[in-house]
């Protein structure tokens, strides 16, 4: 297993940079999944330091991200066009509804920076307020650990984690560095605490973990494109990684059924027409649903997903995933039987990232 190190800015021994462990032992591990390369980042010391410190370089940390996160944009525009030109495609019905709530909030300005918001999980006016009042759930006071999705208008969310004395789990963005890293607030100073809810700040403070890790989260936030409140069917941006994110957890045994799942969105983001018997098996459903005007229980009924689901997973996308194909030997030793692979499809060639 190769040990992707990030530049790290402000300096910190370097032993607080752990390994991204990959010690899989367990077999029943479903996902569908899209993942880009990892990127290398390499380390740059600063000889008027100490020998074991490092120094992040944020603006190389940020112009790195930035182009990968355009080239993942790119990809996934080439992939709706694909995608909804194909009449019989199961997933064209997303790609309609996610591009009319990206085209109504450009529209009516209610987007928020970065902005076009398409292909993204959509920043809104009210993100804030929205937080706010995701905070005051009951099920976001007494939780310990909460997972929190690395998307800007969830930024808040994170901010009041880690400022009510919470663990903050929250993904690399798109995965790439790793797989989750944690925080807490003993980690940081009263200074550091918003900059730890940013990318970057969760590179240079965050403690990397690995599949094998001993974790029980608590909450579940999540970023959503469209939701609808009377079922609590949601639509992501369209690259998967929130139902990677969400299998990961259940792999990991840090989550379960019963573990409440919220997302914070604009009033203009809930929809009506997601057709439940459409869902795929890999689909999350939401329980709660934080807007800047109310908050909505769902009582979904839809099931949740209990891990990866190798018959969904294409030859292309497992070539593209490298995390996943070493956890997909790994299993296949321990077990001494051949996972089964999904039907082919085709992928725009910026998506068929290479290694």
């Given amino acids: 297993m190769e040990l992707h190190v990030l530049r790290i800015s402000s300096v910190f021994p370097l032993t607080s940079i752990t390994k991204h462990s990959l010690l899989l032992s367990k077999p029943n591990f479903p996902i569908s999944l899209n993942f880009s390369n990892i990127s290398k980042f390499s380390l740059t010391v600063?000889?008027?330091?100490?020998?074991?410190?490092?120094?992040?370089?944020?603006?190389?940390?940020?112009?790195?991200?930035?182009?990968?996160?355009?080239?993942?944009?790119?990809?996934?525009a080439e992939i709706c066009e694909l995608e909804t030109q194909e009449k019989e495609d199961p997933k064209a019905w997303k790609w309609v509804i996610r591009k009319r709530v990206w085209?109504?909030?450009?529209?009516?300005?209610?987007?928020?920076?970065?902005?076009?918001?398409h292909h993204r999980i959509p920043s809104f006016i009210g993100a804030s307020i929205a937080?706010?009042?995701?905070?005051?759930?009951?099920?976001?006071?007494?939780?310990?650990?909460?997972?929190?999705?690395?998307d800007t208008p969830q930024k808040h969310v994170r901010f009041l984690t880690l400022d009510g004395g919470k663990q903050l789990l929250t993904p690399q963005p798109r995965l790439r560095t790793g797989f989750f890293s944690v925080l807490e607030a003993s980690m940081l100073s009263?200074?550091?605490?918003?900059?730890?809810?940013?990318?970057?700040?969760?590179?240079?403070?965050?403690?990397?973990?690995?599949?094998?890790?001993?974790?029980?989260?608590?909450?579940?936030?999540?970023?959503s494109v469209a939701?609808?409140?009377?079922?609590?069917?949601?639509?992501?941006k369209g690259?998967?990684?929130?139902?990677?994110?969400?299998?990961?957890?259940?792999?990991?045994g840090a989550i379960d059924d019963s573990t409440p799942v919220v997302t914070s969105v604009h009033d203009e983001q809930l929809v009506d027409d997601i057709p439940i018997d459409k869902l795929l098996i890999h689909d999350v459903p939401v329980d709660i649903i934080c807007t800047?005007?109310?908050?909505?229980?769902?009582?979904?009924?839809?099931?949740?997903?209990?891990?990866?689901?190798?018959?969904?997973l294409s030859p292309e996308k497992l070539r593209q995933i490298r995390i996943?194909?070493?956890?997909?030997?790994?299993?296949?030793?321990?077990?001494?039987?051949?996972?089964?692979?999904?039907?082919?499809?085709?992928?725009?060639?910026?998506?068929?990232?290479q290694r």
């Avoid at 890790?213 to 936030?221: A, G, M, Q």
């Avoid at 939701?227 to 992501?236: E, N, Y």
């Fill in 46 to 76: 600063d000889s008027s330091q100490k020998k074991n410190d490092v120094v992040f370089d944020d603006a190389a940390y940020e112009a790195e991200r930035h182009r990968l996160d355009a080239e993942a944009r790119k990809a996934m």
């Fill in 131 to 150: 937080a706010d009042k995701l905070s005051e759930l009951e099920e976001f006071k007494v939780a310990k650990c909460v997972k929190v999705n690395p």
């Fill in 239 to 252: 690259e998967g990684f929130a139902e990677l994110e969400y299998g990961m957890l259940r792999y990991m």
């Fill in 292 to 312: 800047p005007t109310r908050v909505i229980f769902t009582n979904t009924s839809i099931p949740k997903p209990q891990g990866i689901y190798w018959e969904k």
């Fill in 190 to 223: 009263a200074g550091t605490i918003k900059e730890a809810c940013t990318s970057p700040g969760v590179a240079k403070y965050g403690r990397p973990i690995g599949l094998d890790e001993k974790i029980k989260v608590d909450l579940i936030v999540i970023g």
């Fill in 324 to 353: 996943l194909r070493q956890l997909k030997r790994k299993i296949e030793q321990e077990t001494g039987q051949k996972l089964p692979t999904g039907p082919s499809e085709k992928l725009p060639p910026t998506a068929q990232r």
């Fill in 227 to 236: 939701v609808d409140p009377k079922t609590g069917a949601r639509l992501g």
């Fill in 103 to 117: 085209n109504l909030m450009e529209a009516r300005n209610i987007a928020q920076f970065p902005r076009p918001v």
